[in-house]
């Protein structure tokens, strides 16, 4: 590898990768299923939050600048994210 190739790869990245989501969380009526996004051994927070079924159901996936180091940890910012979201737009979410 050259120099000027191994100094271009510490400034790129790899496609962001979803991981395996979670089991859903009901709060107040949504469903908030946390998605982390793995980014180079840091997981990016990242959710889909969904109220109503069938044709009724509304969906808004969210994905925040926040890198974590932990799996775990990320999930809980996650979740917290995502609560205070619906906390302060609750139906709006969806506009």
């Known amino acids: ?6 100094l271009k790869s510490l400034f790129t990245a790899g496609p962001a990768a979803p ?5 859903p969380i009901d709060y107040k009526g949504f469903i908030i299923i946390p998605a982390p996004i793995n980014e180079g051994g840091q ?5 889909t939050i969904t ?3 069938g044709d ?9 600048s926040d890198l974590i180091a932990g799996r775990d ?3 809980t910012v ?6 205070m979201t619906i906390d302060q737009l ?6």
């Open 78 to 83: 996650t979740i917290n994210k995502a609560k």
């Open 43 to 47: 997981h990016r927070v990242a959710a």
């Open 19 to 23: 991981e395996k989501e979670e089991d």
């Open 56 to 64: 009724s159901q509304q969906i808004h996936k969210f994905i925040r």
């Open 73 to 75: 940890e990320c999930i």
């Open 51 to 53: 109220k109503g079924e």
């Open 90 to 95: 609750g139906d709006r979410l969806f506009n």
């Open 1 to 6: 590898m050259s120099f000027l190739s191994g």
